[in-house]
């Protein structure tokens, strides 16, 4: 059970990362008492009848996953959608990839909380593989104003060193933090 917003997020580029992914790329625009995500990747994609099978609660293609019996992620997160007033689309094709467009509806009361970004961004990066992830955050105030920035995995690495040291997590972890308290509108 995803008891936030990231939680599902955090699903959805796992997702994209088991699927073979090179490149993913996350944009997370919260406008006024919207939240827009944006998650593209160059994984293995679905064809349009994997597709419908991931919307189903009670599919699971036992390769990723192999003990388990349903697959929950993708319909937890439609359902979630549904019933706050938001939008949900999903488009993938074989062999180049999937692409999800989210707007949650943060006014509703029945949207569950964000959550912890800095938390999310830590967990996305630090997943094994060889992937790059590039993440763009973004605030659009009332009055128009944007406060945004903009993380790339391997820049990151570069600078830090391996994820998997523990001083390179500490910096990690502090720099994700400041860079969200940085934001203002």
Same mark, same amino acid.
């Given at each position: 059970?995803?008891?936030?917003?990231? &939680?599902?997020?955090?699903?959805?580029?796992? @997702?994209?990362?088991?699927?073979?992914?090179?490149?993913?790329?996350? &944009?997370?625009?919260?406008?006024? @008492?919207?939240?827009?995500?944006?998650?593209?990747?160059?994984?293995?994609?679905?064809?349009?009848?994997? $597709?419908?099978?991931?919307?189903?609660?009670?599919?699971?293609?036992?390769?990723?996953?192999?003990?388990?019996?349903?697959?929950?992620?993708?319909?937890?997160?439609?359902?979630?959608?549904?019933?706050?007033?938001?939008?949900?689309?999903?488009?993938?094709?074989?062999?180049?990839?999937?692409?999800?467009?989210?707007?949650?509806?943060?006014?509703?009361?029945?949207?569950?909380?964000?959550? &912890?970004?800095?938390?999310?961004?830590?967990?996305?990066?630090?997943?094994?593989?060889?992937?790059?992830?590039?993440?763009?955050?973004?605030?659009?105030?009332?009055?128009?104003?944007?406060?945004?920035?903009?993380?790339?995995?391997?820049?990151?690495?570069?600078?830090?060193?391996?994820? @998997?040291?523990?001083?390179?997590?500490?910096?990690?972890?502090?720099? $994700?933090?400041?860079?969200?308290?940085?934001?203002?509108?």
């Amino acid at each position: 059970m995803h008891y936030s917003l990231s &939680d599902m997020i955090l699903d959805l580029v796992q @997702n994209s990362i088991e699927a073979g992914s090179r490149l993913i790329r996350l &944009d997370l625009n919260r406008e006024n @008492n919207f939240l827009t995500v944006r998650l593209t990747d160059d994984g293995c994609g679905m064809t349009e009848g994997e $597709l419908e099978k991931a919307k189903d609660p009670f599919y699971s293609d036992g390769i990723k996953h192999k003990h388990r019996k349903v697959g929950l992620g993708i319909p937890f997160l439609i359902q979630t959608v549904e019933q706050t007033d938001g939008l949900f689309d999903i488009h993938s094709e074989k062999n180049k990839g999937t692409s999800l467009n989210i707007r949650f509806n943060l006014g509703h009361y029945d949207t569950p909380p964000e959550g &912890d970004w800095p938390g999310l961004f830590m967990q996305t990066l630090c997943f094994e593989g060889d992937y790059e992830l590039i993440i763009n955050r973004m605030i659009t105030g009332e009055n128009g104003s944007e406060s945004a920035y903009t993380l790339q995995r391997t820049e990151l690495q570069d600078v830090l060193g391996d994820f @998997n040291e523990s001083g390179a997590m500490l910096l990690l972890r502090d720099y $994700l933090r400041s860079q969200e308290e940085d934001l203002s509108v």
